[in-house]
């Protein structure tokens, strides 16, 4: 189970290149679907241990239908995207990474997949945060193949079609200031790096996590609280956009020993807008 937020990206799709080590590592652990016999560790010293093998006799098509999930309505219309082409689909952050033709379950509590005007709404791409490549994310688009709209989340079975290279960054919506990197996007609560946080007037704030702005584009303009702070152990400060003097969010910096990072900055979502690093051609 993955709870997902309304957060999107400007996405860029690759087909694989046999020269990229991104996609030696991600085939790495691939297997055959078709080899059924299994070894089986033998109890023992690790240095003298062997192995056994043995023929299923389990089907073992039943665990990639899941259908624990219930009776879901399938979805039609799948089709891959053209390379190096951008789009705007919502994305979540992944704890491993997930490869082209995997089947991925998802249940989803609030309506990510709405229909907006901004978003492809049969996709979601999952981010490989955890596994940079040479400072840059990746990720794979999942299309939904079968969904079940349900009183309180949507239940999703989708299936991983193509991996994309996140190739964006994040502007102050007033100015268009660039302030801060992709690359840079990291989880400081297990709830993934975005989330939701209510201050003492009652007003909840959308907000994402970095490591660090871009130099010299945020300040700050008060002094360190740790009163109402979000994240215990850390006092905030208001940060503003050089450009034009908006709040586009905070710092926290520590206030133990011994806690990483020293210091981060929270992005408010109302505040910023997603840019692409390419600018689409009609």
């Known amino acids: 189970m993955m709870c997902f937020r309304r957060f999107y990206a400007n996405l860029s799709?690759?087909?694989?290149?046999?020269?990229?080590?991104?996609?030696?590592?991600?085939n790495r652990r691939r297997a055959s679907a078709n080899n059924h016999e299994v070894a089986?560790?033998?109890?023992?010293?690790?240095?003298?241990?062997?192995?056994?093998?043995f023929k299923l006799t389990y089907n073992i098509q039943l665990p990639s239908e899941h259908s624990y999930l219930?009776?879901?309505?399938?979805?039609g219309g799948l089709q891959l995207l053209e390379p190096n082409s951008i789009h705007?689909?919502?994305?979540?952050?992944?704890?491993?990474?997930?490869?082209?033709?995997e089947t991925i379950p998802l249940i989803l509590t609030n309506s990510l997949l709405s229909p907006?005007?901004?978003?492809?709404?049969?996709?979601?791409?999952?981010?490989?945060?955890?596994?940079?490549?040479?400072k840059k994310i990746?990720?794979?688009i999942c299309q939904v193949c079968e969904k079940d709209d349900r009183e309180s989340a949507i239940v999703l079975k989708t299936k991983a079609v193509q991996r994309f290279e996140l190739t964006c960054g994040f502007c102050c919506k007033k100015c268009d200031r660039r302030i801060a990197n992709y690359v840079d996007m990291f989880a400081m609560s297990k709830q993934g790096v975005a989330g939701s946080y209510c201050n003492p007037s009652g007003f909840?704030?959308?907000?994402l996590t970095v490591y660090?702005?871009?130099?010299?584009t945020t300040r700050t303009t008060t002094k360190g609280s740790k009163d109402f702070s979000w994240f215990p152990g850390y006092a905030w400060q208001i940060a503003v956009c050089n450009g034009c003097n908006s709040h586009v969010g905070w710092k926290f910096v520590a206030t133990k020993r011994g806690y990483k990072p020293r210091k981060f900055y929270g992005l408010c979502g109302k505040a910023i807008r997603v840019e692409s690093d390419r600018k689409v051609e009609d």
């Open 13 to 26: 799709c690759w087909h694989q290149d046999q020269d990229d080590e991104i996609v030696d590592l991600m």
């Open 40 to 53: 089986v560790p033998l109890a023992g010293p690790s240095h003298d241990r062997s192995t056994a093998r």
């Open 70 to 75: 219930g009776k879901l309505e399938r979805v």
């Open 88 to 101: 705007t689909i919502p994305i979540s952050g992944h704890h491993s990474i997930v490869y082209p033709g």
């Open 116 to 134: 907006d005007g901004r978003t492809e709404s049969n996709r979601i791409g999952l981010v490989f945060w955890e596994h940079p490549h040479r």
């Open 138 to 140: 990746y990720g794979v």
């Open 204 to 207: 909840v704030h959308e907000m």
């Open 212 to 216: 660090r702005t871009i130099a010299k």
